[in-house]
């Protein structure tokens, strides 16, 4: 059986990492995978290494990019040349962009055949795979709507299972914005390789020297592309408030007295560095905050942090809290798509030790949450774990337990082989459940 596996752009993020694992990993399960992509845009870092590293080389359409444009009918039209020559049993599309060319490509091959003079068209199955979605905080109210509808269409014309990555985002997708069916969703959470981070603890000496932090500091760190979804502007605020506040409060059980022994990572490039690093001048945190560029090599600096912050406005399932977790290391997130899954239910209030007025941050499971877009209530989060070993060696524990579940790459193959064989199986009844320990069903 072949799958062509179609993705805008293996730009670094989870979703260039999700489709090189798939691509290597499920010839091995009876797949043959042909995976193709566009070209990473100026200001973007190329993920490409890490896909040829694996031994995949994809085929790259150059007119494919993120942004609409007249080129988009130049790629429709190369997919569906590459279609009729690789006649692939399933197309599989990942990400927004991908997932509209790719599929309308994928309705002109499976209809533009002498078969459909008698409604007959060729034997194609469509996949498409949300990582995260468009549906708010990255347009104008106008340009959302217009994707949206796209997606309403294309779910019911051009798709025959839609993949999500968390409950969560299944709720957002389909109960909220109306995308396609019950019948269509299967919830399959990401994979990684988790025997890359095995000896974590091992490498934490090292990798905390490398960054100049000694044994009695306590290193924050977050982690992604430097672009506006991401937030970082907050995450800058929010240390701003973290050190005015500190500075104030006296000597308390939960809270650091000193904020030298707080530095503070920002993991990751982008084209909003420069104003970032302006920004961080301006209020007063340049000293506290280090940028280091982009890094890859997640197996050492994850080991160097102390904790995993998170403050974006809208995610699927963030790749760098799984990774966070799989180092035991706990993590502090904006309430926002799939996070709200990764960190599980409510364990507990802030403690009687904490100031009387309401904080505004829940304490789950596995970290702690806060109300997107709220800088003081993650400053407080902030506060609060920094202050709370004990705390933060609970939380790590938990969801290193968690990810070792539920997120390993063996999973995510399995997982998708099975709807891959339900697909193809035309007598059988599909069940839209992940093969994951947590027993998600749609």
């Known amino acids: 059986m072949k799958v062509v596996r179609i993705i805008a752009r293996l730009n670094v993020g989870g979703p260039a990492r999700h489709v090189a694992w798939l691509t290597a990993e499920l ?41 609409i444009s007249w080129r988009d009918a130049v790629t429709v039209w190369k997919l569906y040349r590459l279609l009729r020559r690789e006649r692939p049993d399933i197309v599989h599309t990942h990400t927004a962009k991908a ?16 078969g459909m003079l008698f409604a007959r068209p060729r034997r194609c199955r469509f996949v498409h795979t949300y990582h995260g979605h468009v549906f708010h905080s990255y347009y104008g109210a106008a340009k959302t709507r217009f994707f949206l509808t796209i997606e309403k269409i294309l779910a019911r014309l051009a798709t025959d299972r839609i993949i999500v990555i968390s409950p969560q985002q299944y709720r957002e997708i389909h109960t909220e914005f ?10 399959i959470p990401l994979g990684l390789d988790l025997g890359a981070f095995d000896k974590w603890s091992e490498r934490r000496a090292e990798a905390r020297e ?17 672009t506006e979804i991401k937030n970082h502007e ?21 809270t650091v007295s000193s904020s ?80 709200v899954d990764l960190l599980g239910p409510v364990a507990r209030h802030p403690t009687s030790t904490e100031p009387a007025q309401d904080d505004g ?40 337990v968690f990810v070792r579940n539920n997120y390993s790459k063996e999973r995510l193959v399995v997982d998708i082989s099975n709807l891959y064989n ?19 069903r749609i």
């Open 99 to 114: 997932g509209t060319v790719g599929r309308v490509a994928g309705l002109c091959y499976r209809w533009l055949t002498p």
């Open 27 to 67: 010839p091995r399960a009876g797949y043959e995978s042909v995976l193709v992509t566009g070209v990473v845009p100026p200001g973007e870092d190329d993920m490409s290494y890490f896909v040829r590293a694996l031994g995949v080389v994809p085929q790259v359409l150059p007119e494919m990019s993120r942004e």
């Open 422 to 440: 339900d697909l193809l199986r035309p007598t059988t009844v599909a069940v839209h459940q992940s093969s994951n320990s947590s027993g998600q």
């Open 178 to 187: 109306g995308v396609g069916r019950d019948s269509q969703f299967a919830v």
């Open 260 to 339: 030298s022994r707080v530095r503070f990572l920002i993991v990751g490039d982008g084209h909003l560095r420069p104003s970032l690093e302006a920004r961080a001048r301006v209020l007063g945190v340049d000293e506290d905050v280090m940028f280091t560029g982009l890094r890859d090599d997640p197996e050492n600096f994850y080991a160097a942090l102390d904790v995993v912050a998170l403050t974006s406005r809208n995610e699927g399932t963030p790749l760098t809290l799984i990774e966070a977790m799989a180092n035991a290391r706990p993590v502090v997130a904006m309430a926002v798509g799939g996070v």
């Open 361 to 400: 941050y829940l304490i789950c499971e596995r970290g702690l949450r806060v109300p997107a877009g709220d800088a003081q209530a993650f400053s407080r989060a902030l506060r609060r774990i920094i202050g709370d070993e004990n705390l933060r060696a609970e939380l790590g524990e938990r969801g290193h």
């Open 234 to 254: 907050l995450f800058l605020e929010a240390v701003a408030l973290y050190k005015k506040e500190s500075g104030r409060m006296e000597r308390a059980a939960t």
């Open 210 to 226: 490398a960054f100049g932090i000694t044994d009695d500091s306590v290193l924050i760190g977050v982690v992604g592309r430097l």
